[in-house]
């Protein structure tokens, strides 16, 4: 009776023990990412159809930029990762997942990074790894580091390296398979055709062998890169020859025209400046803060632990700025300089505007007006600003094209 009551005890602990670990996650904001959601329909054409009632919008400047969509944002973020199937995004106390019968589950431990292959991924620290299945909803085991190093997963499989050393086992009941020096600095870890592989500095190949139970020399790929990572089934980065990003398809080398990139550890996907090349698209002007990884459709940067995630998709949106002022133009030689609402400084000559760095250390601003949108120099039209595009008898409308920002401001007749 005894022993059937202490019995029973364990196994009610060991259970709340297991429900407490799988605790889900509700609210699940992480998921809007998974269906893109529209922002509020904001059409500079739309705006421009009548002149606006509102006296706090005439005397405002509003502005409409191509942006991308931000749809989510958090902070005390430890680490991301994002593959074709899902993004998990790992914090102190939960890991987070883009599946709607999974949106997140709460830790009982500490983790400090998160690698996925499909629909599941490995959390880590210096001294333990947890594997969990988005689909089970649940962890498949926690097991204690063979390395201290660098952790992938691949189907049926976890990749340990540290240095030269490299270890290998199983993801579903955690038999170590492998752990040996391979004799060279291992660079990155994967999988290719259907088997864990590790990639050594000189380029050199190696895949486990069942049989063997050991990594075996079975290829070689050019080494002459800058930087490679492996994301479900690619190995991709950077080449030392202007640092080009590069993806490894199977035995198809894709390389960007892009220069001085920089590959991101969290995807298959390189940063050349704010331009974001994956392997099938190519995305200008994206928000770049620090690390950063991207989907088929969303980009995402993490600054500190701040994460931020956008749709790839640009949408026009709306700001109102009651604090402006119209820019004051001078003249240097017999060009026109002014400043402009994005910050830019122009240069007028015979009618061409252009860009400049800076204004001229002599620049006279006598005699020089703004007046319907034209600049004025003793009287004579000398430049450009803006175009009237609406009037009534209370205001005039102008719209100013810079780059991808169309800003309107108004001229109230009303208080002349």
Not at 4 to 30: D, H, M, N, P, R
Request: proline share 4%; charged share 20%.
């Amino acid at each position: 009776m005894k022993k059937s009551v202490l019995l029973t005890a364990f196994i009610v602990l060991f259970l709340y023990g297991c429900a407490e670990k799988q605790k889900i996650i509700t609210g699940g904001q992480l998921l809007q990412v998974v269906s893109p959601v529209k922002a509020e329909p904001s059409n500079p054409k739309d705006f421009e159809v009548k002149i606006p009632e509102s006296s706090m919008i005439r005397n405002s400047l509003v502005s409409f930029s191509k942006t991308y969509q931000r749809v989510y944002s958090d902070s005390n973020v430890a680490s991301i990762a994002a593959g074709k199937d899902m993004i998990a995004v790992l914090k102190p106390d939960e890991i987070g997942f883009t599946i709607a019968s999974c949106p997140g589950l709460y830790l009982k431990n500490s983790y400090e990074n998160v690698r996925l292959y499909g629909l599941e991924a490995v959390i880590y620290n210096k001294s333990h790894i947890d594997v969990y299945s988005a689909a089970e909803c649940a962890s498949l085991g926690v097991y204690p580091r063979m390395l201290n190093g660098s952790v992938e997963i691949v189907p049926n499989y976890i990749i340990e390296w540290a240095g030269s050393q490299a270890a290998l086992r199983n993801s579903y009941n955690g038999e170590e398979l492998y752990k040996g020096d391979t004799g060279l600095l291992i660079k990155a870890a994967g999988y290719i055709n259907g088997k864990p592989v590790i990639l050594q500095e000189n380029g050199y190949v190696l895949t486990y062998d069942k049989n063997m139970k050991a990594f075996i020399l079975t290829g070689q790929i050019p080494s002459g890169y800058n930087e490679i990572y492996h994301s479900e089934g690619r190995f991709y980065g950077t080449l030392q020859d202007e640092k080009k990003f590069f993806v490894l398809d199977n035995d198809t080398v894709k390389i960007s025209d892009n220069t001085d990139c920089t590959a991101s550890p969290y995807s298959v996907s390189g940063l050349c400046g704010t331009t974001l090349i994956t392997d099938s698209e190519i995305y200008h002007d994206l928000p770049v803060k620090d690390k950063f990884a991207s989907t088929s459709t969303t980009f995402i940067t993490l600054d500190k632990s701040n994460i931020q995630i956008y749709y790839l998709e640009t949408v026009w949106q709306r700001f109102l700025s009651m604090s402006y002022e119209l820019p004051k133009a001078c003249i240097s030689g017999k060009k026109l300089y002014y400043k402009s609402f994005s910050g830019n400084i122009y240069q007028n000559a015979n009618g061409k505007e252009s860009k400049v760095s800076a204004l001229p250390k002599q620049c006279n601003n006598k005699n020089v007006v703004l007046n319907y949108g034209e600049f004025y120099c003793s009287g004579k039209k000398c430049g450009k600003f803006a175009s009237p595009i609406k009037n009534n008898s209370d205001a005039v409308m102008y719209r100013r094209i810079e780059d991808n920002t169309i800003y309107y401001y108004f001229d109230n007749l009303i208080n002349k």
